[in-house]
């Protein structure tokens, strides 16, 4: 029996995580969520809670960088899977507008069926500009997440990934295309693959782009291309473990 969210007391210490929970749940009743998504998203919890689960410095960086890379874009695109489309669509759509880049469905457990209904949940929660043809592929991947739409990853230039796999991020770059990763592990080969890696939760990540999109889009280009090209991914990463070695030797027990 589903858990109603009411159920849980807002004072339950972890609340957010069981309502994160029962929406992948829910999400998975409904046919976008498959079963593997809800265990890469207890990997991914695992990563959150020994950064503190809160966007440190490092990751906000990140993302300023990301979107005022988007921003200079001239075909950005938003890939989006099940896990993320049951956490955040409503700020997927305000992020797509904001940054006017597309979102297009792309899986890893695929099924004609299975795309049709995460486009469907997207554009009932307000997504405008939602693709899913499937009618190209990325040459090199052997697996479904080749499949992507002519107008969208195909011929993007920058590509926007998360809860992502490192082959795919890797065989993006090689065909010239710039990658920014939301990832909470930041030894991942995705995370060390990508020009740019939010160390974060997408539940924090992308409300947080959607401020600073709106906040860059009255920067100059010259102050966009500056933050883009005094960006070092490395020494991201480098902090995020930092953070990381700092919050669990911190730690009480």
Known sequence: MTIPESFVPESHPRYLSLIIREKLVKGFRNGIVVPEGLIAHGRGEAFDYIIGEISRSFA???????????LLSEKPVISVNGNAAA????????????????????????????????????????????????DAEIKGIKHFRRIV???????ADTVLVMLEDGDRCELLRESG???????????????????????????????????????????????????????????????????IAEYVTGVQV
């Open 60 to 70: 906000v960086e990140a993302e300023k960088v990301a979107v005022a890379l988007m």
């Open 149 to 155: 739409d002519r107008r969208g990853i195909y011929s």
């Open 87 to 134: 956490l955040v669509a409503e700020k997927l759509s305000e992020l797509s507008e904001v940054l006017n880049a597309p979102l297009e469905v792309n899986v890893f457990h695929w099924s004609r069926e299975r795309v049709k209904k995460i486009a469907e949940y997207l554009k009932s929660a307000g997504c405008k500009n939602v693709l899913y043809a499937g």
């Open 177 to 243: 295309k710039k990658v920014i990763a939301i990832d909470l592990n930041p030894l991942s080969r995705t995370a060390r693959m990508a020009d740019v890696t939010i160390v974060n939760n997408i539940i924090r990540a992308i409300p947080e782009m959607v401020n600073i999109a709106e906040e860059l889009k009255t920067w100059s280009e010259k102050e966009l291309r500056d933050a883009v090209n005094n960006y070092d991914n490395r020494v991201v990463l480098r902090k995020a473990l930092e953070s």
